[in-house]
Antibody, heavy 119, light 108 residues
Framework: EVQLVESGGGLVQPGGSLRLSCAASGFTFSNYWMHWVRQAPGKGLVWVSLTSGDGSSTTYADSVKGRFTISRDNAKNTLYLQMNSLRAEDTAVYYC????????????WGQGTLVTVSS | EIVLTQSPGTLSLSPGERATLSCRASQSVSSSYLAWYQHKPGQAPRLLIYGASSRATGIPDRFSGSGSGTDFTLTISRLEPEDFAVYYCQQYGSSPYTFGQGTKLEIK
């Protein structure tokens, strides 16, 4: 059974940092592109970042470029999102999602972890 | 960036009725790289349709997708109680990937 389990969310002050994790199981993790998508309270889904299967290719939404870093450890079947210089507008539920190839949909998602940026 | 606009914002229908949801793109979506997701509160989003019209594994045949270019439609032929949720379209043909703002399907 495919599982994606996010963790690491919580309350952080503006300007602070947080690292999210997404533990994967039930599929060959290194074969899949992985994404982070977020949903601010009462808002829709917004794509944040992607990484290729081997981690050599990464892309970011303009809103997080230079502040967030996506990475993965294929030996641990885990995806990460390092979030620095956090702002109130980064408050959201963060989901990880998997994608078989670049031009494929996101075929499975985790249930998300909540990040709240507030003083 | 391709902007996706969904309509209506909210759709109020009764179980057994037919639902038609629209997604319009600001420019043509490459090779119909258009997906639909169902999202319920507190749950993971679920892939329903990809390639504009192909059902994902395990999705009931009451869900169907159509369209090409800039205009796409998700149809639910006969609503079941579990179908009431928020639906998002997404284009995955060009970076950055973008989502529509969602259509909330609520029980009338």
């Amino acid at each position: 059974e495919v599982q994606l389990v996010e963790s690491g969310g919580g309350l952080v002050q503006p300007g602070g940092s947080l690292r999210l994790s997404c533990a994967a199981s039930g599929f060959t993790f290194s074969n899949y592109w992985m994404h982070w998508v977020r949903q601010a309270p009462g808002k829709g889904l917004v794509w944040v970042s992607l990484t290729s299967g081997d981690g050599s290719s990464t892309t970011y939404a303009d809103s997080v470029k230079g502040r967030f870093t996506i990475s993965r450890d294929n030996a641990k079947n885990t995806l990460y999102l390092q979030m620095n210089s956090l702002r109130a507008e980064d408050t959201a539920v963060y989901y990880c999602a998997k994608q078989f190839r670049y031009f494929d949909p996101f075929d499975y998602w985790g249930q998300g972890t909540l990040v709240t940026v507030s003083s | 960036e391709i902007v996706l606009t969904q309509s209506p914002g909210t759709l109020s229908l009764s179980p057994g009725e037919r639902a038609t949801l629209s997604c319009r793109a600001s420019q043509s979506v490459s090779s119909s790289y258009l997906a639909w997701y169902q999202h319920k509160p507190g749950q993971a989003p679920r892939l329903l349709i990809y390639g504009a019209s192909s059902r994902a594994t395990g999705i009931p045949d009451r869900f169907s997708g159509s369209g090409s270019g800039t205009d796409f439609t998700l149809t639910i032929s006969r609503l079941e109680p579990e179908d009431f949720a928020v639906y998002y379209c997404q284009q995955y043909g060009s970076s950055p990937y973008t989502f529509g703002q969602g259509t909330k399907l609520e029980i009338k």
